[in-house]
């Protein structure tokens, strides 16, 4: 046979079919790809061979005999079932469709066989086999001349027909869409015309599951004459897959409309997004970052135009960060500094991630730029303004124990004047009254130290902390200098002081000032808080419990505990619950300064039941790096 009838319709067609030429002792001449992955055999393997050539004895001498029945019949043999064994080693059931295909001298020139798998249906015992009912798929056989219609049991199942009812055109007819009759018959005129395969696309209701779409696939037969007698067909019921397809458009409209709306709050955020393909030092702007730059966004942008707008000392830095976070597989997390074109300087925030391919090579990074100018200067404005709070809470400490220390300094410069005076009287025996003279000059000089540590304890307190540094302190002796400069404070309020602070504890590195301030605030309103009771009692000690790299400082009282609503909004700026004088800025100053040194300052009776009031505070007994920065910059604000 010089030419194979409709061989690219049969290769193409998703079900597994196969042919045989009779004139040539039945040799395979069509085994398509469906065919190939159901058997396991390629058609290279199959072509131009017999059964008995590819097939044991028995099963070649069992097919042999079913080509010479259709050969003697000359009539299709449909839904005929078969056993055959898959690629895998598996044994199946399919449903044979075999077909005769006969030339222009009205003889038959191939035999198509067309398989369907039907094992489920086997399985489940008559019921309609399990893979038609995923697929949807039927043959059918339409004679031209006498217009005779022929269905296998697929499609009296997908058309909902009860089995074995008489078909006709006619029938079809009606079970389709009115409005598809039109393009199906033109359809149809065409593949008559011009002798091709007829395809396509039509709607039926189904009475169970409503619209479905069919798709139709048939090829003519023609007589010795060369006029189309028959038509071979199938239908297959394209539903889900129209509408997984309408679903795929909608998603995809979808996630188009995501994006444009992620651009929208990414631009709105001032946030530009960029792609930098570290093999061909390409980068991938959207139209935000394109405004960041000040860049033409026509620009074919690559790593130098990026580093062109940068300061040179940026570069150098973020260059060995970048280079950091690929080798360790770390986020980017960068600040650096650009020249705008038209805004001058400006401040960038860089966020990034690094992607790495199957071999671990790093080949692209993805990631987010902001402008953080504006932002960053309002973050130094209320760092400013904070200063200001917190030089005016200064004076504030100052204030409340300021008729004390008055006190304090007055009585010492009283003990000096009547030492004086007496020294004066002495003075007319000197040699008779050495050591009386000398008992009373000792005692003056020793009044003048107690005086000037006073002086000193006042002038720290007061000092602005903007010029000061870190240094390695005593913790007891601290709290001694809180002691003295409390001291008459705390006795006309007749309250005790404890410092059970060891004196051997070892030196913690701190800024003094800020620390004591703290210390004096807690103490002062601790004084206020017991006021009233039997026991008055402040105490100041360690807790044994804490880590290794933590100093924890425990300031406990013997007032009342803090009502619960109270101690949650204590520590949030100008909250109070004293007179209208007071700023209520301390216990937010004192937070603040703890924090900047990486500590916390925390009411523990909000976390564990004490019997005392008792505050917390934790400080690292090593400043980082980090930290020291962070109060180095406070320090250049102020």
């Known amino acids: 046979m010089s030419k194979i009838p409709y061989k690219p319709f049969w290769d193409n067609l998703h079900v597994p079919i196969y042919a045989k030429d009779p004139s040539q002792n ?58 055959i064994k898959t690629a895998d080693g598996l044994e199946v059931l399919v449903k044979a469709q075999r077909m005769l295909h006969f030339n222009e001298n009205g003889e038959v020139d191939i035999l198509i066989n067309v398989l369907e798998d039907i094992t489920q249906q086997n399985q489940k015992n008559g019921q309609i086999k399990f893979v038609l009912q995923k697929t949807r798929m039927g043959f059918w056989d339409f004679n031209l001349k006498t217009n005779e219609l022929t269905w296998d049991e697929a499609l009296y199942e997908l058309y909902e027909i009860p089995q074995g009812q008489h078909i006709t055109l006619n029938l079809w007819l009606s079970l389709v869409d009115a409005d598809d009759h039109m393009v199906l018959e033109k359809k149809m005129q065409k593949s008559m015309h011009e002798n091709v395969p007829f395809e396509g696309l039509f709607r039926f209701y189904s009475p169970t599951k409503g619209v479905r779409w069919i798709s139709t696939v048939a090829y003519f037969e023609l007589d010795s004459h060369g006029q189309k007698v028959r038509m071979l067909g199938l239908n297959r019921d394209e ?44 980068l991938m702007w959207d139209q935000k970052m394109f405004e960041l730059f000040g860049v033409d966004p026509k620009t074919t942008v690559t790593f130098n135009t990026f580093a062109k707008a940068l300061i040179a000392e940026d570069l150098i830095a973020i260059s060995k960060d970048i280079k950091i976070c690929i080798e360790e597989h770390l986020p980017i997390d960068i600040e650096f500094q650009i020249t705008h074109p038209l805004k001058g300087v400006r401040l960038i925030k860089g966020d990034g991630k690094v992607i790495y391919d199957e071999n671990n090579h790093a080949h692209k990074i993805i990631g987010l730029n902001q402008d953080i100018t504006e932002k960053r200067q309002l973050e130094l404005d209320y760092e400013i303004q904070q200063k200001k709070l917190l030089n005016n809470s200064h004076l504030s400490s100052l204030g409340e124990i300021a008729s004390s220390i008055a006190h304090e ?120 808080a017991v006021f009233g009771q039997e026991k008055k009692w402040i105490k100041i000690s360690l807790n044994l419990n804490s880590k290794i790299d933590e100093c924890q400082i425990l300031i406990e009282d013997s007032g009342p ?78």
């Open 239 to 282: 539903t889900e897959h129209i509408q997984l397809v309408e679903s795929l458009k909608k998603n995809e409209l979808a996630l188009k409309s995501l994006q444009e709306t992620n651009q929208v709050a990414l631009s709105t955020a001032g946030l530009g997004v960029w792609e930098w393909d570290l093999n061909t030092n390409r």
């Open 409 to 528: 300094i007055n009585n010492p410069l009283t003990i000096m004047s009547g030492m004086a005076s007496l020294i004066a009287r002495l003075l007319d025996d000197p040699i008779g009254n050495k050591k009386l003279i000398l008992g009373k000059l000792e005692k003056i000089v020793s009044t003048v130290e107690r005086t000037a540590k006073i002086v000193k304890s006042m002038k720290a307190l007061s000092q602005s902390h903007s010029d000061e540094s870190l240094e390695m302190i005593d913790l007891y002796k601290m709290v001694e200098e809180a002691r003295v400069l409390l001291k008459d404070f705390l006795m006309k309020k007749e309250v005790d002081f404890i410092n059970n602070i060891p004196q051997d504890f070892p030196l913690i590195e701190i800024c003094p000032n800020q620390l004591i301030q703290v210390i004096i605030n807690l103490v002062t309103n601790a004084a206020d």
């Open 561 to 638: 505990k803090i009502p619960q609503e109270t101690a949650k909004k204590m520590m949030q700026p100008f909250f109070t619950t004293k007179t209208h004088t007071n700023t209520g800025l301390g216990l937010s100053i004192s937070k603040s300064m703890i924090e900047s040194h990486g500590g916390e300052l925390t009411y523990l009776n909000l976390e564990k039941k004490l019997v005392h009031t008792t505050f917390l505070i934790k400080i690292p007994r090593g400043q980082s790096l980090n930290q020291k920065q962070n109060l180095n910059r406070l320090r250049s604000i102020a």
């Open 26 to 83: 039945f040799t395979y001449v069509i085994w398509n790809e469906a065919c190939a992955k159901l058997f396991g055999k390629c058609s290279q393997d199959i072509i131009g061979k017999t059964d008995f050539e590819i097939f044991s004895r028995s099963l070649a001498e069992s097919k042999r005999k079913f080509d010479e029945y259709i050969m003697l019949e000359k009539k299709p043999l449909l839904n005929f079932k078969e056993k």
